[in-house]
């Protein structure tokens, strides 16, 4: 009876032991290219660029890649719409992505975003600066969603980004 107490015990301590590392590992996004390689993707959608509690209306357009560690590389980020649109000028580039990587199943970070605002009286740099978003995985559709996501100088963004290709979340 001792013995099979002792094999119950350890049994379920080795399914407790594989349950809390499955939920303690990263979230990560998925697939990656063949044989761990890079994808390309973009994001588009609307977006509001706000400064000094002005907003603008813009239309964002994010290009870049996730690796096969599923981290977010935003190498181009561009707002279209109004001219003033384009005077917020993004600073994600290949040679200084924005890093994402996403933190639960539903929850993104993006580090080092960062805008100049090139416009006269309330223009200036916000950021770079760590955002919060969330990711939503429909089945066949991601959203990359972004909620008055707040920059260093006095900027926020919101955002929801439909990306291309579809990204699948995994916990």
Not at 16 to 35: C, K, R
Not at 98 to 125: C, E, K, S
Not at 144 to 163: D, K
Request: overall charge neutral; some cysteine.
């Amino acid at each position: 009876m001792n013995k099979m107490h002792n094999m119950i015990l350890a049994a379920s301590a080795c399914a407790l032991a594989l349950g809390m590392s499955s939920a303690a590992g990263a979230a990560t996004i998925t697939p990656p290219g063949a044989g761990g390689a890079a994808i390309p993707f973009s994001a588009v959608g609307p977006a509001v660029v706000s400064k000094s509690g002005i907003d603008v209306d813009c239309t964002a357009v994010f290009s870049g890649t996730v690796d096969g560690a599923g981290h977010v590389l935003i190498t181009s980020a561009a707002f279209k719409g109004i001219p003033v649109c384009r005077m917020i000028k993004a600073s994600a580039t290949a040679t200084a992505p924005w890093v994402g990587r996403v933190t639960a199943v539903n929850q993104l970070v993006i580090d080092q975003v960062m805008v100049n605002v090139n416009t006269p009286i309330l223009g200036g740099q916000c950021g770079p600066s760590l955002v919060n978003g969330r990711i939503a995985d429909s089945g066949s559709e991601t959203t990359i969603e972004l909620s008055a996501a707040p920059l260093a100088g006095g900027c926020a963004i919101s955002a929801t980004l439909a990306t291309t290709p579809y990204m699948h979340v995994t916990p």
